[in-house]
C-alpha cells in the first residue's frame, strides 16, 4: 500500500515562510507528477502547484512567484517553499502523487496539513 504523508503545516503570520513536505512510503516502482492542492473553509479543493518527473512545473496563479514547488526523487519526496504568505492562503494542503506500484497506477492523496496565515 502506498501513502503520502504531509508535514511543515502551522501558523504564521501574513508575509511569512513555511516549508511543507509530503512523503512517499509503500512499495513504489516510480512516481510520475507530485503535486500540492489546498482547500479552504467552504471552498472546493484548487491546484496549487504540481511538478512532473523531468522537473517541469507548474503553478496556479494566485501562487506565482510566491510558492515553488521542488522534488527529491531519491527520497519519493516532495516539497512546497511559501513565500510571502497571505491570510488568503489559508487551507489545508494536501499533497497528491501519480504512483506507479505493485498494485498499478495510483492516483494517492495524503490526509493534508493545515496552513493558517494569520493578518
Known amino acids: 500500500q502506498v501513502q503520502l504523508v504531509e508535514s511543515g503545516g502551522g501558523l504564521v503570520q501574513a508575509g511569512g515562510s513555511l516549508r511543507l513536505s509530503c512523503a512517499a512510503s509503500?512499495?513504489?516502482?516510480?512516481?510520475?507528477?507530485m503535486g500540492w492542492y489546498r482547500q479552504a473553509p467552504g471552498k472546493q479543493r484548487e491546484l496549487v502547484a504540481v511538478?512532473?518527473?523531468?522537473?517541469?512545473?507548474n503553478y496556479a496563479d494566485s501562487v506565482k512567484g510566491r510558492f515553488t514547488i521542488s522534488r527529491d526523487n531519491a527520497k519519493n519526496t516532495v516539497y512546497l517553499q511559501m513565500n510571502s504568505l497571505k491570510p488568503e492562503d489559508t487551507a489545508v494542503y494536501y499533497c497528491?502523487?501519480?504512483?506507479?506500484?505493485?498494485?498499478?497506477?495510483?492516483?494517492?492523496w495524503g490526509r493534508g496539513t493545515l496552513v493558517t496565515v494569520s493578518s
Open positions: 497528491n502523487a501519480g504512483v506507479h506500484s505493485r498494485s498499478g497506477f495510483l492516483a494517492v
Open positions: 509503500g512499495i513504489i516502482f516510480s512516481i510520475n507528477t
Open positions: 511538478i512532473n518527473g523531468g522537473g517541469s512545473t
